[in-house]
């Protein structure tokens, strides 16, 4: 079965940069966008970025250009989200999802959340 | 970019009656919408896609509807286990893809 397992709860504090893995299991790699989602506490759901898998070439969104980094790792299947320069505001839950490389689709299925607290 | 506007922001329902939750898209987005459920503490899970269609799993009393940039979610005799957050996304013009600032469901 489809699954997409995100790594634990990170603490960081100001300035640091944190990296949270996506182990992803049950499908064809390279046939899905691994996309970024972070939720703030309280709040909604924002898109940060995604990566293609094939290729490894990433789209970020305007608000994170310049501190985020997707990279892919083919061979154990597991996509990284790099954030870096965290401030307070980047406390969330950030999520993985996937959505299919072709045509208009929606994200199908998401990883469980990783919380990153940032923290003096 | 496209906006979403999701209201009401909270739906306070009896067990038993209907909620209707709407979301509207500040430029065409064709059926390419997708209604998402997020009970607390949880991941989004997807109930609703193409703006009609239901995702696997997702039970009868959930449905679709829409009208040029109006979509609306209806989830009908509605249980203790639908309360949550539901959040509208837009996937035609893209990226960004976008999210509405989601609608909270409790029941009475």
């Known amino acids: 079965q489809v699954q997409l397992v995100q790594s634990g709860a990170e603490v960081r504090k100001p300035g640091a940069s944190v990296k949270v893995s996506c182990q992803t299991s049950g499908y064809t790699f390279n046939d899905y966008y691994v996309h970024w989602v972070r939720q703030a506490p309280g709040q909604g759901l924002e898109w940060m970025g995604l990566i293609n898998p094939d290729g490894g070439i990433p789209s970020y969104a305007q608000k994170f250009q310049g501190t985020v980094t997707m990279t892919r790792d083919t061979s154990t299947r597991t996509v990284y989200m790099d954030l870096s320069g965290l401030r307070s505001e980047d406390t969330a839950i950030y999520y993985c999802?996937?959505?299919?490389?072709?045509?208009?689709?929606?994200?199908?299925?998401w990883g469980q959340g990783t919380l990153v607290t940032v923290s003096s | 970019e496209i906006v979403l506007t999701q209201s009401p922001a909270t739906l306070s329902v009896s067990p038993g009656e209907t909620a209707t939750l709407s979301c509207r898209a500040s430029?065409?987005?064709?059926?390419?919408l997708a209604w998402y459920q997020q009970r607390v503490g949880q991941a989004p899970k997807v109930l609703i896609y193409s703006a009609t269609t239901k995702a696997t799993g997702t039970p009868d009393r959930f449905s679709g509807s829409w009208s040029g940039t109006e979509f609306t979610l209806t989830i009908s005799s509605l249980q203790s286990e639908d309360s949550a957050v539901y959040y509208c996304?837009?996937?035609?013009?893209?990226?960004?893809?976008?999210f509405g600032q989601g609608t909270k469901v409790e029941i009475k």
């Open positions: 430029q065409s987005v064709g059926s390419h």
């Open positions: 996304q837009q996937y035609r013009n893209w990226p960004p893809w976008t």
């Open positions: 999802a996937r959505s299919a490389t072709y045509g208009y689709v929606h994200f199908d299925y």
